[in-house]
């Protein structure tokens, strides 16, 4: 497996926590624990399920966890304005690129394959570039996608998937990355 292109310029992970104070126990999807463990080596940092890490944090069973800077801090800032959020560059990380997309090693090098793949990468960048000239019409699409695809569900996607507001911020800070 390859990475074949990058949709974002930077990283859109951070850290969030409801408070200032210099976080103790940090919750963080599994496939990033040890990242965050070598960022923050005065913390523990536990894995998290994607579906209850923010409501663990609302809890007080953590007390920061790893969000994306797309819409999960869209989201809790509407419930705590005072959220602090640190971008992972800040402590150290240096990502350089997010949302990665990847594809088998053996389909780059046929070239039926590589012809697909560079199809798909063409129709995402161009789906980007229509978010960018039209935000709203992303906004409409989102709502298709997320209803067509059963996503419909703030545990699952982390945003309220009819807010129009919330989404066109969402939908704005995704474009400022690509």
């Known amino acids: 497996v390859k990475a074949v292109s990058a949709m974002f310029r930077a990283s859109p992970l951070r850290i969030a926590s409801l408070s200032s104070s210099p976080p103790t126990r940090v919750g963080a999807h599994y496939d990033t624990v040890a990242l965050l463990s070598r960022l923050l080596p005065a913390a523990e940092v536990v894995s998290v399920p994607r579906s209850t890490k923010l409501d663990l944090l609302e809890a007080g069973e953590i007390d920061a966890v790893q ?24 402590l150290g990380a240096s990502l350089g690129y997010g949302q990665v997309i ?14 697909t793949i560079r199809r798909f990468l063409d129709a995402t ?54």
Do not use: Q
Request: aromatic share 6%; net charge negative; charged share 25%.
């Open 67 to 90: 969000i994306y800077e797309t819409t999960e801090t869209v989201t809790l800032g509407l419930k705590h304005p005072n959220l602090v959020t640190t971008p992972l560059s800040a």
């Open 102 to 115: 990847f594809a088998p090693n053996a389909c780059i090098n046929d070239p039926e394959h590589a012809s």
């Open 125 to 178: 960048f161009e789906g980007w570039r229509a978010s960018m000239r039209d935000p709203a019409a992303a906004v409409r699409y989102l709502k298709l996608a997320t209803e067509r695809l059963k996503l419909d569900d703030e545990a699952h996607t982390h945003y309220p998937a009819h807010d129009d507001a919330v989404l066109e911020e969402i939908i704005r800070r995704c474009n400022d990355l690509v």
